[in-house]
């Protein structure tokens, strides 16, 4: 056998070399190529990671740009340029309203407004027959056969031939509900003749004619859905809420958010002055926000503001504030009377709620009489479903009652709430004469008060020197303060009643002998009588003042609490008037209570994924 030669070994092992070092470059080569693959990844998730965070402000930024359109109403949503927004500047085919892509920075982003419309409607009823004929005509108006209002047309002999009444601020929804009319045609003279009946003037749908040779007629359930659709779209439905859809977009990458826009609310704040300026002393605490049309004086130190502080003027002596969310001076100016429309809230209370109309003496209402508890479905007032004024008249309380409450000229109001949210207004004064506590509603979240007049918010003279108001107190026209105001306290001790036992000052559900105030809840009357004696009354009248608001206070100009501002000077340090604000009551509003308009706030964000076409 012949072995191999050295020349041949060589040559074997030479091959073998070339094999490992084709096998090792082609393995470097396969992680080189992943190195670089994987780098150039991750540059572009870099990349993909900036322009969606980019993306994701520049959305950001669209949000407030909305805000700014709505506020403004600028012309691309008021498209009709009439100065409000409402569903007539809306595409019929529900898409909204789209601004299209708009630049900004390294991308744009793009708005798209959706709604939610008030169906508030006027419905106008007008006949027309020979200037001889004199008539009644009773009107009904129904809603899935359930009475939503009623009123009386009349026609006497001069009146213009043409005679009309309208039903205002109809809440109608004629795609899930039907709506009808019952009449009841009453002749007294004339000729005889047909008397016809049209809905809607300006429209003019002719809906039924009384030909009836001089006899009653009664109509019912006569089909009107198609002419308060008519009015809707000829009226136009204004905007509850916005729903508006913001998608920002860099390169490829787009992010989008969605977010409600409501009005503003009056209810945010602790304390509203539409003119002048406001003033807080050393250790006055606000729990949130504060408006003055003018200055806001801070007279010693601290002052303690949770929410923000805003003044159409200066904030003099800032140092002596804590601004735990900040301040704004040269604030925009709000009116008060340009968003409350009295014939408005007329109008909710005709339609299912009640309006009192003006009696000697004042309507008083008893909020601890309405019981809406044992029976949701029919409230009732005193045990029967209506309300009896001074003068003897009742008012039905509806089934579907929503809350609102109105009186012409002055009302007067106190007592314990439960089972239901109101809102009282008054077209003159409004008297506080007791208590005013809230409870709780049948669907266990806390009731809501809201007390409105056009002038002044009164305490009044009777009322107990401990006294507790929960509520939000509005004066359009004017301020609040006691009836028998005096800044000395000389003239009021002997009218408002003198507080003995134990008493829950602080409301924090116990009677403590010390409370954090440093009254002693267990015996008031020992508690009093042991101040200094001084020229606050003496004897039976030498008795402690407290006073505590929870809720907000707004006003046309300023306000005082009058007997209870004066007996702070000899209350030993301890305090007596409390304005608690309520934290809860923008989340809780009372029904009905009036909003800011043209003034928009965010009330709910979220990121959603982006919608076609953005």
Wanted: with cysteine; aromatic share 10%; charged share 20%.
């Amino acid at each position: 056998m012949k072995s191999k030669g050295l020349i041949s070994v060589f040559r074997d092992e030479k091959g073998v070399a070339l094999m490992l070092a084709a096998v090792t470059m082609a393995v470097l080569s396969v992680v080189a190529a992943g190195v670089v693959i994987l780098a150039f990844k991750e540059r572009q998730i870099d990349v993909l990671n900036e322009e969606g965070m980019k993306a994701f402000y520049i959305a950001e930024a669209g949000i407030q740009r909305a805000r700014y359109m709505l506020m403004s109403l600028d012309d691309t949503i008021d498209v009709n340029g009439d100065d409000k927004i409402d569903s007539r500047d809306f595409p019929g085919d529900e898409s909204g309203i789209d601004t299209g892509q708009v630049n900004f920075g390294d991308g744009s982003y793009r708005l798209t407004f959706g709604a939610e419309f008030a169906s508030y409607v006027n419905l106008t009823f007008y006949l027309s027959g020979t200037p001889h004929d004199e008539y009644v005509v009773d009107f009904t108006l129904k809603e899935d056969g359930v009475p939503i209002g009623s009123t009386t047309l009349e026609r006497h002999t001069g009146d213009p031939q043409h005679v009309e009444i309208t039903f205002t601020d109809i809440e109608a929804d004629p795609s899930n509900h039907n709506y009808a009319v019952d009449m009841a045609y009453v002749p007294i003279s004339g000729s005889g003749n047909p008397v016809f009946l049209r809905v809607n003037k300006g429209v003019g749908h002719r809906i039924h004619t009384f030909n009836t040779a001089g006899h009653s007629e009664t109509v019912t359930d006569l089909s009107i859905d198609q002419y308060i659709s008519d009015a809707q779209n000829k009226q136009g439905m204004s905007v509850d809420e916005f729903d508006v859809t913001c998608t920002g977009r860099v390169g490829n990458t787009a992010r989008s958010i969605r977010f409600t826009v409501s009005h503003d609310t009056f209810l945010k704040y602790a304390r509203f002055v539409e003119t002048g300026n406001l003033g807080y002393g050393a250790g006055a605490h606000l729990y949130s926000e504060v408006y003055a049309g003018g200055n806001i004086d801070l007279d010693g130190y601290p002052v303690t503001f949770d929410g923000l502080a805003s003044a159409g003027g200066t904030i003099n002596n800032k140092s002596n504030g804590i601004f735990n969310s900040g301040y704004i001076e040269n604030a925009t100016q709000i009116t008060l009377d340009s968003n409350v429309d009295l014939d408005h809230y007329r109008a909710l209370a005709d339609s299912a709620g009640l309006h009192i109309d003006n009696t000697n003496p004042d309507p008083t209402i008893n909020l601890s009489l309405f019981d809406f508890v044992t029976n949701p479905s029919q409230p009732t007032y005193n045990g029967n479903p209506y309300y009896t004024d001074p003068d003897g008249k009742n008012y039905t309380i509806p089934s579907n009652f929503n809350g609102t409450i109105f009186v012409e000229g002055d009302a007067r109001v106190s007592g314990h709430l439960e089972g239901e949210s109101v809102t009282i207004y008054a077209s003159d004064d409004m008297f506080i004469t007791g208590e005013t506590i809230m409870g709780t509603n049948n669907d266990s979240t806390p009731t809501k008060m809201g007390l409105v007049a056009w002038d002044y918010v009164y305490i009044d003279e009777y009322t107990p020197r401990v006294l507790r108001i929960e509520a939000a107190l509005m004066a359009v026209k004017n301020n609040w303060r006691p009836n028998d105001y005096n800044d000395s306290y000389d003239k009021s001790p002997r009218t408002h009643t003198v507080p003995t036992g134990s008493y829950d000052l602080d409301r924090n559900g116990s009677i403590e002998a010390l409370n954090a105030d440093g009254w002693n809840e267990e015996d008031l009357l020992s508690d009093v009588n042991n101040l200094t004696t001084n020229n606050f009354g003496t004897g039976i009248y030498k008795k402690i003042w407290f006073l505590a608001i929870k809720g907000p206070i707004i006003t046309k100009n300023g306000g005082s609490a009058g007997a209870w501002t004066s007996a702070g000077s000899y209350s030993s340090g301890r305090p007596t008037r409390k304005y608690l604000g309520d934290p809860d009551i923008a989340f809780y509003p009372p029904p009905n209570f009036p909003v800011i308009l043209n003034r928009w706030n965010i009330t709910g964000w979220r990121e959603v994924e982006t919608p076609a076409g953005h």
